[in-house]
């Protein structure tokens, strides 16, 4: 899977294994620099959006690199199938999602990626686009990817700016499809960057995020899932329930005066930490530590993880 072409993403190797799968997943793939060193018989496909997708056919049009890439599966003379997933901007909010009997999401918004994988992705924005004549920004991918087995699934962020300085928000729809499954216990991981330490003027940050606007984010699905609970407690007010127990879809009292603990279960990788090209310190590290502290601070209850080169991280 690839959430945006720029080089830093597609240059070098590293991959997603996913635990009881027996596939791997290509996030961060050597598709450039190793794209002549694979066996004829050793084909990848790249799962992405169209724009993504398009950009990488540039790459491999034979001028800047060999022409290693082909969207016909019957040709023989490629490296990469070019594969396209259709990207939703939209969000269609479930609150049936909080009984977890019931189905997750409309089975056509994932689309098969492999055996027992299905992948749903949504466009984000990733700052300004290079093109001086488009007024929309560049566009990463957040990739939802579904244990068809299990039905569950984790999140994962490419590049992406904050909702509240892009020129074109997009993150909060995917909260908003994040959020009912949080409830229902079906989405546990979210992978997240956090390309800067704090203190980092908004107009350097290039389409990244800052540990306070992590946070920011954070809130933002809080709220989100704030508001599924309470619309959940008013449709069973109104459905004349007089049982006054309250369930575990409705808010604390701790809850309604805030988002204390919104977040408790989930865990937070952070992950596309910039160097410290002083090398000084470990940038990864510090930037890890400023989110966990901001996250104590609001106590929002989520469990925050520096993603580490060679982690194995289980979840399903």
């Not at 003379?77 to 609150?95: C, D, E, G, N, W």
């Not at 003027?201 to 933002?220: I, M, N, R």
Request: with cysteine.
């Amino acid at each position: 899977m690839i959430t945006h072409a720029h080089l830093d993403h597609i240059r070098s190797m590293h991959s997603l294994l996913l635990p009881n799968i027996h596939t791997e997943l290509v996030y961060h793939s050597g598709l450039v620099l190793s794209a002549g060193s694979l066996p004829a018989t050793q084909k990848r496909r790249i799962a992405a959006i169209d724009s993504v997708l398009h950009n990488l056919e540039s790459v491999f049009s034979g001028h800047l690199w060999p022409k290693l890439a082909n969207w016909q599966e019957d040709e023989d003379k490629h490296t990469y199938l070019l594969t396209r997933y259709a990207s939703f901007p939209f969000h269609i909010r479930v609150i049936h999602l909080l009984t977890p009997s019931l189905p997750s999401l409309s089975q056509s918004q994932y689309q098969p990626l492999c055996p027992n994988v299905s992948i749903r992705p949504m466009l984000i924005s990733h700052g300004t686009s290079s093109d001086p004549s488009s007024s929309e920004p560049y566009e990463s991918t957040a990739f939802f990817v579904r244990n068809d087995t299990t039905s569950h699934e984790f999140l994962f962020f490419g590049d992406v700016e904050p909702d509240s300085i892009s020129i074109q928000p997009r993150t909060h729809l995917v909260w908003k499809e994040a959020a009912p499954l949080i409830l229902a216990q079906r989405l546990s991981a979210i992978f997240l960057e956090c390309s800067w330490p704090e203190g980092r003027k908004d107009e350097q940050l290039y389409g990244h995020l800052s540990p306070s606007y992590v946070v920011e984010e954070l809130e933002a699905l809080a709220d989100e899932i704030i508001a599924l609970r309470s619309d959940s407690h008013s449709n069973s007010n109104s459905s004349g329930s007089d049982s006054t127990t309250p369930t575990t879809t409705l808010l604390s009292e701790k809850e309604v005066n805030g988002r204390s603990g919104v977040l408790s279960g989930v865990t937070l990788y952070i992950i596309h930490c910039k160097a410290n090209l002083k090398g000084s310190c470990d940038q990864s590290v510090i930037i890890a530590e400023q989110v966990e502290g901001l996250v104590r601070e609001r106590n929002l209850g989520v469990e925050v993880v520096c993603v580490k080169q060679g982690m194995c991280i289980g979840m399903w």
